[in-house]
T-cell receptor
């Protein structure tokens, strides 16, 4: 888990602003994921990427955007189009070769609050 | 796509008792089933996992069982301790991970 970092830990946004959440991993994992977690709910997939320069929408992609220019980095931008962005955001990564490497490892999370 | 249901949503047990959390899944092609523990404000951490070619796996006080025919799998925690108090998530995956909605476990000293 120490190989996945997210920043910042806490983020405050004014309505109408775009903000970008950072996620970096040094595990040489192929795939990276962004999840949103709301109180009392499970993890909902926003976007995921299995290779550089390619990514797919998850279940709740509206109002979010991502890029995957480097294998180790997968930033998430929360745009002003996301009407209710206050949540805990978790980044995860995973190697795709199979076996024990199937496990998905999570970063420490970013708590975003809209003021 | 896959649909994972998890029960119960909350569970309270006395210290030393056992706790059981159950999950069902819909996609028979799912072949990997991890369980994560999440403490308040922290990241989910893998505690145990099982593959579709195995029926049961145990690691000290924690065990997971899988019934492929019925498409359900369960987490068993024996001799519970206060530090086991957390939210537990199951997941089913073939490529993409699908998570249950979580079980908040409270172990009462």
């Amino acid at each position: 888990d120490g190989g996945i970092t997210q920043s910042p830990k806490y983020l405050f946004r004014k309505e109408g602003q775009n903000v970008t959440l950072s996620c970096e991993q040094n595990l040489n994992h192929d795939a990276m994921y962004w999840y949103r977690q709301d109180p009392g709910q499970g993890l909902r997939l926003i976007y995921y990427s299995q290779i550089v320069n390619d990514f797919q929408k998850g279940d709740i992609a509206e109002g979010y955007s991502v890029s995957r220019e480097k294998k180790e980095s997968f930033p998430l931008t929360v745009t002003s189009a996301q009407k209710n962005p206050t949540a805990f955001y978790l980044c995860a990564s995973r190697r795709l070769a199979g076996g024990p490497s199937d496990t998905q490892y999570f970063g420490p999370g970013t708590r975003l609050t809209v003021l | 796509g896959e649909n994972v249901e998890q029960h119960p949503s909350t569970l309270s047990v006395q210290e030393g008792d056992s706790a059981v959390i159950k999950c069902t899944y819909s996609d028979s092609a799912s072949n990997y089933f991890p369980w994560y523990k999440q403490e308040l404000g922290k990241r989910p951490q893998l505690i145990i996992d099982i593959r579709s070619n195995v029926g049961e796996k145990k690691d000290q006080r924690i065990a997971v069982t899988l019934n492929k025919t019925a498409k359900h799998f369960s987490l068993h925690i024996t001799e519970t301790q206060p530090e086991d108090s957390a939210v537990y998530f199951c997941a089913a995956t073939r490529h993409q991970f699908y998570f249950g909605t979580g079980t908040s476990l409270t172990v009462i000293p």
